[in-house]
T-cell receptor
Framework: DTGVSQDPRHKITKRGQNVTFRCDPISEHNRLYWYRQTLGQGPEFLTYFQNEAQLEKSRLLSDRFSAERPKGSFSTLEIQRTEQGDSAMYLC???????????FGSGTRLTVV | AQRVTQPEKLLSVFKGAPVELKCNYSYSGSPELFWYVQYSRQRLQLLLRHISRESIKGFTADLNKGETSFHLKKPFAQEEDSAMYYCALSDHTASKLTFGTGTRLQVTL
């Protein structure tokens, strides 16, 4: 297990297209988080899973965004009808909820043209 | 609402000089505070958390509830400390984190 993996690393898409990102957490971590980071800002919380249950969603997560974690392992984040404002780094993190805090992935950089 | 403020976008210090990265927060309850660090071309990683009360890579941070601050300090800066530092807050261990905008620490010779 090499940590939290995110795929793809980079995605360029045309406005209006749908995109899907994948996150593979550390296998023994039951909590999985998605964050978004734009230039000059810190990561902003999008949503959080405990096992397969989506427990919290930010107001930032509009109806065009959907996240799943079907078997409590990997997660996907889909953005429908992308807009230029969706351009950002999308970060995934996982944790056990213990003292070691989160482990972050390297992120998926989305560019909407 | 939770908020974390890091007033400095960039802090430039000489090698061997003391470092203090400022972090102030607003939260009505008893928060958990963290410092995360991102070195060049690496992923974001946990540096330290206030409940551990430990020193990591020579860095310490004390939670001051009266001043609602959690400043990160190191007595003698090293070149390898150059990185982006984010202060973050959560309402309990497993909950979402609210991050500040980050401070870039630049240690020069």
């Amino acid at each position: 297990d090499t940590g939290v993996s995110q795929d793809p690393r980079h995605k360029i898409t045309k406005r209006g297209q749908n995109v899907t990102f994948r996150c593979d957490p550390i296998s023994e971590h039951n909590r999985l988080y998605w964050y978004r980071q734009t230039l000059g800002q810190g990561p902003e919380f999008l949503t959080y899973f405990q096992n397969e249950a989506q427990l919290e969603k930010s107001r930032l997560l509009s109806d065009r965004f959907s996240a799943e974690r079907p078997k409590g392992s990997f997660s996907t984040l889909e953005i429908q009808r992308t807009e230029q404002g969706d351009s950002a780094m999308y970060l995934c993190a996982s944790s056990t909820g213990g003292k070691d805090g989160y482990t972050f992935g390297s992120g998926t950089r989305l560019t909407v043209v | 609402a939770q908020r974390v403020t890091q007033p400095e976008k960039l802090l430039s210090v000489f090698k061997g000089a003391p470092v203090e990265l400022k972090c102030n927060y607003s939260y009505s309850g008893s928060p958990e505070l963290f410092w995360y660090v991102q070195y060049s071309r690496q992923r974001l990683q946990l540096l330290l958390r206030h409940i551990s009360r430990e020193s990591i890579k020579g860095f310490t941070a004390d939670l001051n509830k009266g001043e609602t601050s959690f400043h990160l300090k190191k007595p003698f800066a090293q070149e390898e400390d150059s990185a982006m530092y984010y202060c973050a807050l959560s309402d309990h261990t497993a909950s979402k984190l609210t991050f500040g905008t980050g401070t870039r620490l630049q240690v020069t010779l």
